[in-house]
């Protein structure tokens, strides 16, 4: 299992599966952020089952869900309060993974340069130059 690397505590990834939250903790990961909002596709499990499966395997688990085109300042706040308070390394995911990446660099905005932002994001696969004026 690819996940998306953004920096050494974290990564993104599309929706997962038990095999990919295995698959996370064979590779050290040691918390999950769910970005997907229940019931987005059909056939897709809900964070409920995510996160019972996730916990079954020892992560740590946050429902940040993000609606595409709904993101609000709060949407931010929880991600930056998962990112300093869960154990590293974190996988989040969305349904892509473009939704996660988009949240850690809002969180990351002030901390980090637009540049080393849209860089980070961009060697792990999501092309986000066009947020640079929000960085």
């Not at 095999?19 to 229940?38: C, E, H, T, Y």
């Amino acid at each position: 299992m690819s996940f998306r690397t953004v920096s050494k505590d974290f990564s993104a990834y599309g929706q997962v599966s038990q095999s990919d939250l295995q698959s996370a903790v064979d590779q050290g990961f040691k918390s999950l952020i769910i970005n997907r909002p229940d019931h987005e596709s059909p056939g897709q499990p809900t964070a409920a089952e995510t996160t019972a499966a996730a916990e079954a395997l020892g992560l740590e688990v946050r429902f940040i869900p993000l609606v595409s085109g709904q993101l609000t300042m709060e949407h931010v706040d929880q991600t930056k309060a998962a990112l300093t308070e869960m154990p590293k390394p974190i996988l989040a995911h969305c349904a892509s993974g473009m939704r996660s990446a988009i949240l850690w660099s809002l969180a990351h905005k002030g901390e980090m340069s637009a540049d080393d932002i849209i860089n980070a994001v961009s060697k792990a696969g999501y092309d986000l130059a066009g947020l640079r004026p929000n960085l």
